[in-house]
């Protein structure tokens, strides 16, 4: 296969999505060269949008690629998912197995290291998951941000039957909620939104739309919320000496009431990116639906519109394709 | 022994701190009437005086007393220390255990039950501790406090050589940073008061007074600033995976910045009271310099003043004493 020497890539700026033509990039030895298949549009996308973290560059991290190039040759053809911590490989966390915070780590789309969002996309190697075939490519969109949601059971034990509650019925909620049920726990789901909540609803999570959740009721709340509020709402619901994770970033500083979780003796867990096994699997299992979470799908050259799409109320998971299969 | 019917009793209200005569309680069944010897005067008496719970009556929960009457004969004229927290026995919480969280609780001088500060204090026989001929009486007013500091080490599992940073010089800091070497960690305590600090020092912890602390350097590290600003300090020295641990209580909301905590996936952990047992044991076994932590004693009549010494810059514990041993 040839590959031209520029590209179509969606650029962001000056909280502008924008196409531009650039240049295909260089794979360095280690690297895979991997076209765009899909493209998954993900909050943390249009927070860059929006300004938080003085990005500009070709955003995206959730993909689903063709490997064109790669120093290994059985990786050629291979459609893969990527890992998208960009780890030194040396340091004492790389070591220790967990360079997702390696400290000279670039993130794939946010940190460093130009995106997904582009016809050709650089990754490491040893960042690449080939895809079992089970796993449609739209649903395999999905692998990083519930692996993000499966990170969840790496950092805590939660035992089969446990309740868990989880608020917010966003992409991430819902994710969160599936794999948690997926695990064994009995989970409860708050949320706004009765249709999206209805997704929860019909793989046997029990959910209550609009609903003020009960006080110091669970010993696990995962906050999906994205909202200032939702931290202390997350401790209000949790019992004493419980837990509740921390699985949506805020932007800048959170107004939070201290007292509850010093007196209930309340532990607060940070979660971010996960391994991505879980969710293969979970995936290839056909375990959590995700097929009624995508709300629509843009050609990668009209990427501006599907971040206005994603942008609206109500709408879940948009895609980006790449022209031509 | 015969007891008065009246007592002098320290009163809070509006801010005021007073003296009063107030009935000497009716002792009810199960309970121990005790005879004040010394208190302590903690923060949290400070933030009840300063109105943040709406407290008013009488304070007090550090205490050292001699049991003047009580159900089983046996405990008649033993010299004991309290625990704090009056739980109703029967809930789910009482049955574990793990009476502190008991959500009909009453606590001692905080939360409707009277105070420590007066001649004679009220609480079940099932609160108390005889306490060993080996612990002075000014070095098991620290029982409580020092059972608190204890705490951390029920909550969190911290390996024998582990480093853990303490943030803080206050009383609490103190004990924490001297339970937690104990214990065998390899303690580095940060404050503003080199004079405090030497306490520390002179039991083999690592000082660092009016320096910046190091970014993302401690596995864990303890909160003791008791200021608004600790969290995020607290959570700018921690490692990723890290765990911080909140020990002093902040009134009202606090603005944090929890975008560290989920990047980095830092664990936060609400810290309150501790068993009595751990810290009856390292008093008995003098482990923990608390002599120097005194710094003034006070008659109980006078406990007006020796709130507005406590209260002083520099100054850490200030002791009540009842009139008559």
Redesign the interface.
Known sequence: MSIASTMQAVYLEDGKVTIRDVPVPERPSGFALIRLLKGGICNTDLELQRGYYGFSGIPGHEFVGQVVEADAPEWTGTRVAGEINLACGHCE?CRRG?GR?C?ARTVLGIVNHPGAFAEYILLPEGNLHRLPDEIPTNDAVFIEPLAAACEILE?VSIERGRRVAVLGDGKLGLLVAQALQQHGARVVQYGRHADKLQIAASTGIEIHAGEVPPR?EYEFVVDCTGSPDG?DEAVSMVQ??GTVL???????????????????????????CGRFEPAIELLRRRRIDVASMLSAEFPLERAPDAFIEAAKRGVLKVLLVAGSE
């Open positions: 966390w967990i915070h400290p950092q110091k931290l004493p000496r921390l699985k949506s970033t805020i932007h800048g500083e959170v107004a939070v009431d201290t007292a509850p979780i010093i007196v209930d003796e309340v532990t607060l867990v940070g979660s971010r």
